[in-house]
Structure formats: structure tokens, C-alpha cells
């Protein structure tokens, strides 16, 4: 079956430190691979996505690179911001019909000034 | 602008009693979805629909009925068998066909049951 784990939180980080945040993932066929943030009280928005093996997806200074070999999905930013701090999900699509996603469990970063 | 509106932001009830958290899109998306989320846990998915008038039972459906009348509209009702209902609600939707296949997240619904 399909499955998604994600490193453990809480994370806590001076400002302009290095993030990682690991996530591997267990998929039957090709998945798309995702990195959703979540605000407090807020909803999931996107951050960045990779739809097969080797391609990077970055954004606002997040990068993560779709590793087949070693199935994961690993998070980084070479500096965080405290504006960063929020709850980080992993997530994969198998594209089957239905478009239905598994998440990882969220790994919670506190950026502290 | 487009997008997915859930409301209310904050829903309380009194325990026994029905509630329905109301969702809207207005992307065009042929897929919708519920998800659960408690405090320091991942996303739940409790129903999903690809098309109107079809929908799936997630991997906690019990206690919850929804409906797809429309397009835009994915409605799910908390009954009162639901045993914790208390809990940050997300609606999200997604082109089932097409390039894109993220899911697109509303703000939620969060329910206290007491």
C-alpha cells in the first residue's frame, strides 16, 4: 500500500539556520510526490511538488528532490526565516482514479529569532 | 478569485445533535474531498467524490455522511454517532484529469462538540 513518513517534531531552529525535514515514502507505481505548509488555524497551501524520479521542486527558497532510489522526498532550506515557522506535510498521489493523497503525519518548525 | 470556502471558521454544538460543515469551490475541480485533522496528528481522509452524485468512504467515514448534489458543493454532515467529533475539519479539491493533480485546501471548519 502507499505511505508517507515523515521526520519527527518539533523542530526548533535559530534564524538562518539550515532546515531538513526527511520524508520517505512507500508507493505502488510512479507517485507525484508534495510538500504542503500549514499555518495556525489556517488550511494546507502548496509549497512545492515533484511529479517523477529526479525532479526537483523548489519555492520560496524550499527545495526537495524526488529520489527513487531511496524513495524519499527530503525538505531543505538554506535559511530559514521565523516567518517559516509552521507545520510542514509530505504527501504523494498515486494518480489512481480519484486522485487520493496520503500525508505524512506534519513535522512542526519553530524558528526562533 | 478561485478557490474553496468552507464555512463556519469555528462551529460549536451541543453533543447528540447533527452538524453540517459546508463547502464550496469555484475551480472547476471534478474531485472533492474531507479530511480530519486533531491536534499534532497528519490529515484523515473521511469521504471523497470524483464526480456528482458518486462518493468513497475514506479510512474513517464512520459518523459522517456527505452528499454531491453539484459540482461545486461537497457538504458533510457529523451525525451524532460520531464518537470524537471534535476536531479541525479541511475540504479540499483536485482536477481528477489534467496535468495538475495537487489537491487545493480550504481555510477549515473547526468543531467543538461538548
Known amino acids: 500500500g502507499n505511505s508517507v513518513t515523515q521526520m519527527e517534531g518539533p523542530v526548533t531552529l535559530s534564524e538562518e539556520a539550515f532546515l531538513t525535514i526527511n520524508c520517505t515514502y512507500t508507493?505502488?507505481?510512479?507517485?507525484?510526490l508534495f510538500w504542503y505548509v500549514q499555518y495556525p488555524g489556517e488550511g494546507l497551501q502548496l509549497l512545492l511538488k515533484?511529479?517523477?524520479?529526479?525532479d526537483k521542486g523548489s519555492n520560496k527558497g524550499f527545495e526537495a528532490t524526488y529520489r527513487k532510489e531511496t524513495t524519499s522526498f527530503h525538505l531543505e532550506k538554506g535559511s530559514v526565516q521565523v516567518s517559516d515557522s509552521a507545520v510542514y506535510f509530505c504527501a504523494l498521489s498515486d494518480q489512481s482514479p480519484g486522485n487520493q493523497f496520503y500525508f505524512g503525519t506534519g513535522t512542526s518548525l519553530t524558528v526562533i529569532p | 478569485d478561485g478557490g474553496i470556502t468552507q464555512s463556519p471558521k469555528y462551529l460549536f454544538r451541543k453533543e447528540g445533535q447533527n452538524v453540517t460543515l459546508s463547502c464550496e469551490q469555484n475551480l472547476n475541480h471534478d474531485a472533492m474531498y474531507w479530511y480530519r485533522q486533531d491536534p499534532g496528528q497528519g490529515l484523515r481522509l473521511i469521504y471523497y467524490s470524483q464526480i456528482v452524485n458518486d462518493f468513497q468512504k475514506g479510512d474513517i467515514a464512520e459518523g459522517y455522511s456527505v452528499s454531491r448534489e453539484k459540482k461545486e458543493s461537497f457538504p458533510l454532515t457529523v451525525t451524532s454517532a460520531q464518537k470524537n467529533p471534535t476536531a479541525f475539519y479541511l475540504c479540499?479539491?483536485?482536477?481528477?484529469?489534467?496535468?495538475?493533480?495537487?489537491?487545493?485546501f480550504g481555510p477549515g471548519t473547526r468543531l467543538t462538540v461538548t
Open positions: 508507493a505502488t507505481g510512479y507517485p507525484s
Open positions: 515533484a511529479t517523477k524520479a529526479d
Open positions: 479540499a479539491s483536485s482536477p481528477v484529469a489534467g496535468e495538475s493533480y495537487e489537491q487545493y
